[in-house]
């Protein structure tokens, strides 16, 4: 079987276009509304993480084959052997994200970055159709 490869950059036109809308509100706000500078600043400060990932531009993906799972994300990398997987666990939490654990055969877990995963249900059908057991999980706390 093709090897499932998916790639996220985080140089996108959205995070592009979002940080460029609060930018023009925060200097509307100071210019016409008379806001105080300290707290424009203040507000603009909570867009720092942003605007580092649309400078630096780190990709995350993740590579699905029949032997192993391979990700990264900026620094972080791994891989593991199909061999050593017991399941893929999706954990949906309470803010309706879906999280991916890897379960090793020695009962070890592997919780892989969010930032690299595809949708969950591209994941599970791919895992699956590479005979990976995927277990589903609603709503778990942690």
């Known amino acids: 079987m093709t090897p499932y490869a998916f790639e996220r950059h985080a140089r996108s036109g959205a995070a592009i276009a979002t940080l460029a809308t609060i930018y023009a509100a925060l200097l509307a706000a100071l210019h016409w509304l008379d806001a105080a500078p300290w707290l424009i600043g203040a507000l603009a400060l909570t867009t720092l993480p942003a605007l580092r990932d649309v400078i630096v531009a780190p990709v995350a993906g993740l590579r699905l084959t029949d032997d192993a799972i391979a990700w990264h ?64 999980h609603p709503f778990s706390p942690f």
């Open 73 to 136: 994300s900026g620094r972080r990398h791994g891989r593991v052997e199909r061999s050593e997987i017991a399941c893929l666990r999706l954990d949906r939490r309470w803010d309706f994200s879906v999280r991916a654990v890897l379960v090793l055969a020695d009962g070890k877990r592997i919780h892989l970055p969010q930032e690299s995963l595809p949708p969950h249900q591209v994941l599970e059908a791919e895992a699956t159709a590479r005979g990976l057991r995927v277990e589903r």
